[in-house]
Every structure is written in C-alpha cells, then in structure tokens.
C-alpha cells in the first residue's frame, strides 16, 4: 500500500449502487470499500488501532474546486488547521498550493512553519489571547493577526509600538450562518466572544494609530458548514460587513472566514459554488479593490478523511441490538456533541442480502458516546472493521484522551 503513516443496496444487491455517498474514489469494487483505490479493511487492520485516513487526491481535487470557483478574483485560500493538523496532511496541502495557512495558537503557529509555511503565508485568528500567546506572536513580525478583542488589539501594539505593523480585526456583524441553521454552529447569530463589534470600530481605529499600527485587513468567520439552503443568509452576512469595509481607508483584503460545508446527510447537496461566487460579486463587486481570502477547513478535509474502527460487541440490550466500537466521541467528536453525523459503512460487508437496525455506540464510559441511533447496516460482526466517513475535518484534531482511550494512527493515501 502507497501509504504515509503518521444508502441503500440496488434491487440487485451489488455493494455500493446508489449510496448517496459513493463517488469515484470511494466506492465498494468486488465487495470491498476502497478510498483513493485502498482497501479500507487492510488499512485498518494493519494499524491494530483505531485509525484515521486521508485522501490526499481528494484534497487536492477540492482544492481545486474551490480555486476555479474564486478564478478572476484577486484571492487567497488559507487553510483552517484547527479542522486538521496531520503534519504530513500540512505538508500536502503546502506543495498542493495552498495559499496559506490560518492559526489560532502560537502552537499552531510553529507546526504551520514545521509544515513549510512561511510567516507570510500564516494568519494567526484567536480568542481569548494570552500575554503569552502575544510575545509569540510579536516575535513573528511577518506573521498577519486578526485582532479578536480591543484588549488584544491593545496589548499586541504595545509589544510592537512604532513598527508600523500592518494589523486586521475580526468583525462580528451580528449575522450567523451555519449547517441546518445550527445554533451550537453559528458564530454571530446572538452575541458571542468572537470579534469586535460595529461600535468598537472607532475605539479599535484610535487603539491602533495610538501604537503606530495600520488596519488594513478585515476578518469575519460567521458559522460553520453551510450549503445551498443558506445562500440567503451567506448574502446577509456579507451585506451586513459592508459598514465595516466602509470604515476602513486602507483596505488590503477581507477574509470571509471558513464555514463551507459539504454533505452529511442523504438530503444535502454539495454547494454551488458558482451561486456562492456569484453573491460574492454582486455584494462585494467583481472588483472590490481589496482581495477576498477565505479559510476552508470542513471544506478541503471532511470528506478526504474517513475513521476506521472495529466491532468489539454485538448484543441485544432491551430490544435494542448495539453495535459497540474500540473507539468514541473522543475520536470523534461531532455527533455526541454537535448532532452531525458520520456516515457508518462496513469496510467488506457479510452480506447484503439484508440490513438490520442497530445503534453504534464507542468504549466511552459517557451517556453521550453514541455515533448513531437506529442506523441501517449489513450484518455486523464482531471483529468487523466499520469506515465512519466524512471524518477528515475536526476528528483528530479535538481528540482527547479521555478514559485513557486516546490512542490512534493517521495516514495519508497517495
């Protein structure tokens, strides 16, 4: 194997016919489920582990996607390594021609320069920053910062009194947007922690001439995984930064956050991204005079990642059959904890012939570890090796180890 270590059936129960997940390089050929033309099932047994797996054509291809998508418009695509920070993964995305990479921690910040990104191609956005955090960040002149809060804004220019150093704000214009109009995904529908809001604007104006600074960026992260349905709402949220761009004499470019998402469930449809384009031009202009740099995380790695786990017990418990993994929400955390699922399929099915309906719950001592309730699969056995799809964004990377159950391997597929 090239590896880097670090639906329902048809009528004619063919493997894979007809899953509204299937797609070319993750399908099932001759009763196996391959990603990126590997044996999901040998992956996992090599490892002996709980494992991640990483498409690495699948992140180029979305990547690509997105850079035809935004062609003719000055831009930027930055890499939120919050969703992904498998140091071969970076790397990747570095010689796939990323545009760059955004932080949001000074340890991030040295694992984006590891990866070879240099300090001007890093965005450092975070919340609730140390004195700390901000020496790190001052001792890295080239590095761009979005300032969160008018105290970090404060603080930075003290460390950096008289450089002229160019700074951004992160904005909070009062307009959220997330995957199923989300509440626990929705960063600026309600009032938050993140960003300055429109009558700190002045304040932050004479905080930064104060200290010799330049706010020549804006930055705005509105929400996370949103598709078709909430193109209405991306609008607003750009209508809504219009007051602040105004505000602005100087501005070099707007970043338009992440928060692109793409299908989950059997009822979503990936987005389209010439609609999504196109609301970009016609609030912004097709030439605004500022370039438009986004942060894709979810985007570029959800789908490029799937998490292998096996059956340790089958049983029935009050009329329920449970299908019990060596893995939890600690893995994973995104269904206990924000309700979107990951896609469970078997990695080499027993049979298709028939489903059954069971519920996946991991090896977390925690009411919460559930993957999915009264979900359809094959019969499952125990020492079967289960693919959870779409794993590829906000998985290892807010792993834990709680219980002690902490332990997994990545790899990247070529």
């Known amino acids: 194997m090239n590896l880097l270590k670090g639906g329902e059936p048809s009528s004619e129960r063919r493997p894979g016919v007809n899953q509204w997940w299937s797609r070319e390089d993750l399908r099932f050929t001759e009763g196996e489920l391959l990603f990126g033309g590997q044996s999901l099932q040998e992956i996992s047994e090599s490892a002996e582990e709980p494992c991640f797996a990483y498409s690495a054509n699948r992140i180029s291809d979305n990547l690509d996607r997105l850079r035809c998508a935004l062609s003719g418009l000055p831009s930027r695509v930055m890499f939120a390594m919050k969703a992904n920070r498998f140091q071969p993964l970076l790397t990747f995305l570095k010689t796939a021609g990323v545009d760059g990479i955004d932080v949001c921690s000074p340890g991030e910040l040295l694992l984006a320069r590891q990866a070879g990104f240099t300090e001007q191609e890093i965005s450092f956005t975070g919340t609730s920053v140390s004195d700390a955090d901000l020496d790190v960040i001052a001792r890295h002149r080239e590095v761009w910062v979005n300032c969160d809060s008018l105290s970090s804004l404060r603080r930075l220019g003290e460390r950096c009194k008289g450089q002229g150093r160019k700074v951004g704000l992160r904005i909070n214009q009062r307009v959220g947007i997330a995957y199923d109009d989300s509440d626990v995904l929705d960063y600026a529908g309600k009032v938050t922690k993140f960003g300055i809001y429109r009558e700190q604007m002045e304040d932050a104006f004479e905080i930064a001439s104060h200290y010799g600074m330049r706010i020549t960026g804006l930055h705005f992260h509105a929400g996370c995984g949103y598709l078709n349905p909430q193109m209405d709402r991306f609008r607003q949220v750009l209508e809504q930064a219009k007051p602040f761009i105004e505000m602005v004499d100087d501005l070099e470019h707007l970043n338009i956050g992440g928060g692109i998402g ?70 994973h955390i995104e269904p206990a904890f924000y309700n979107l699922p990951l896609v469970i399929v078997p990695c080499r099915p027993n049979s298709w012939a028939k489903t059954e309906t069971v519920t996946v719950v991991g090896n977390i001592n925690e009411a919460l570890d559930q993957f999915e309730e009264e979900v359809e699969l094959p019969p499952v056995m125990e020492g079967d090796r289960l693919a959870f799809l779409n794993a590829g964004g906000y998985g290892s990377s807010m792993s834990s180890n709680h219980c002690m159950r902490g332990e997994f391997s990545e790899y990247l597929i070529f």
């Open 262 to 331: 793409v299908p989950i469930k059997p009822k979503d449809q990936p987005l389209d991204l010439d609609v999504w384009r196109s609301i970009i031009s016609e609030v912004l202009g097709e030439s605004p005079g500022y370039a438009i740099w986004i942060e894709p995380g979810d985007y570029l790695v959800k789908d490029a990642g799937v998490l292998l786990l096996e059956v340790n017990t089958v049983e029935e418990k009050g009329g329920r059959k449970f299908v019990g993994v060596n893995g939890g929400f600690n893995l």
